[in-house]
């Protein structure tokens, strides 16, 4: 599905932000990226995306290289992203950003569904504008929704528990798990361990550079024996 090559990105000379990055997520897997803050793993994700180009490395979809596709490009290949701190739109209804997102007019009933299935009582939301009066937390699971709203080959969420209440984070886990059940694949960046226990594999990332990558049952008690005696508690679960 996808399989990434010795990726090394840096914002300038003297700062390598990812540094020799491999790894793959095969059909219908879900991979859980995770590690300390300002290790790289947003960075990645965006690179994966093509918001960022790497400066060294490949990056294959279906074995097709799409190292240097665009944002654009990746999209209609089948790639889905939902950003760490979603982008806002004065002046375009949450109904209108949706149907963008599903690349097609959705109808009140399926925009309605969409909002629900994200924690979010839909008709309230439906002719808002995605704008600064909308909180953090409500325009990442609008963003979310968005995703959603349409099937890809690859989803990739960046930290989806960020500003999310308990209630909602738990409907945020309800459907990754349905989409992890229809064989979708995807890569989520979580500190979270109930989001960590729902990963196939889990990629560890420190100092822009992997520590360990391997299958659940392998790396999660070594991130909980490290985590252990300084683990701190939040709205979506325990910290990692």
């Not at 099937?151 to 930290?159: A, V």
């Not at 979270?192 to 560890?204: F, T, W, Y």
């Amino acid at each position: 599905m996808l399989r990434v090559e010795g990726l090394c990105y840096s914002a300038s000379e003297k700062e390598n932000i990812l540094q020799d990055i491999s790894f793959k997520v095969d059909n219908g897997e879900m991979l859980v990226i995770t590690g300390p803050n300002g290790g790289g793993k947003s960075t990645l994700a965006k690179v994966l995306m093509g918001i960022e180009l790497p400066q060294k490395g490949h990056i294959f979809l279906e074995n097709k290289e799409i190292t240097q596709e665009t944002v654009n490009s990746r999209a209609k290949l089948g790639i889905g992203f939902a950003f760490q701190q979603p982008p806002r739109f004065k002046g375009m209804t949450i109904h209108r950003l949706l149907s963008i997102a599903a690349g097609r007019e959705l109808s009140e009933e399926e925009g309605c569904d969409l909002l629900s299935g994200v924690g979010l009582c839909a008709k309230e939301y439906l002719m808002r504008e995605a704008d600064q009066t909308l909180s953090g937390g409500e325009m990442k699971r609008i963003e979310i929704a968005g995703v959603l709203a349409k099937e890809h080959k690859l989803c990739i969420f960046d930290e989806p528990e960020a500003g999310i209440d308990l209630w909602s984070f738990s409907m945020l886990l309800k459907q990754f798990e349905s989409l992890h059940r229809r064989k979708q694949a995807l890569i989520l960046i979580s500190h979270q361990e109930r989001i960590i226990r729902m990963a196939d594999s889990i990629l560890v990332i420190a100092d822009g550079k992997i520590n360990a990558w391997g299958k659940r049952e392998v790396i999660l008690p070594q991130l909980l024996d490290n985590a252990c005696s300084g683990c701190r508690c939040s709205e979506g679960g325990r910290e990692v």
